[in-house]
Nanobody
């Protein structure tokens, strides 16, 4: 099993920045990707970004982003550690959601909810206009 714990989030004004962290523990050697999803009230959980494990590191892997966050959000990892970050800049009110860390052992990029086996408890990000 893998446990994921998110931190960061909170209330920020439009145009501001927030950084989320996700620390993985347990059988982390089985993971191939770690990423972020979000869910706004009344909406389905949606993909935000993911990074693949490559060459013994999270920092050298391929990254994938939803079109809605490209150029504003950056996902990164702490090298050979077990923590992944999501730097969110130029935030908009429509970015308001609960953000969930997700992890997968699938070899393909885990861009959907079903492809991720492990989930954190979520952290709220609220962007005020």
């Amino acid at each position: 099993q893998v446990q994921l714990v998110e931190s960061g989030g909170g209330l920020v004004q439009a145009g501001g920045s927030v950084r989320l962290s996700c620390a993985a523990s347990g059988r982390t050697f089985s993971l191939h990707s770690m990423g972020w999803f979000r869910q706004a009230p009344g909406k389905e959980r949606e993909f935000v970004a993911t990074v693949n494990w490559s060459g013994g590191s999270w920092s050298g892997g391929s990254t994938y982003y939803a079109d809605s966050v490209k150029g504003r959000f950056t996902i990164s990892g702490d090298g050979a550690g077990n923590t992944v970050y999501l730097q969110m800049n130029s935030l908009k009110p429509e970015d308001t959601a609960v953000y969930y860390c997700a992890a997968s052992s699938y070899l393909l990029p885990a861009l959907t909810v079903l492809q991720n086996e492990y989930w954190g408890q979520g952290t709220q990000v609220t962007v005020s206009s």
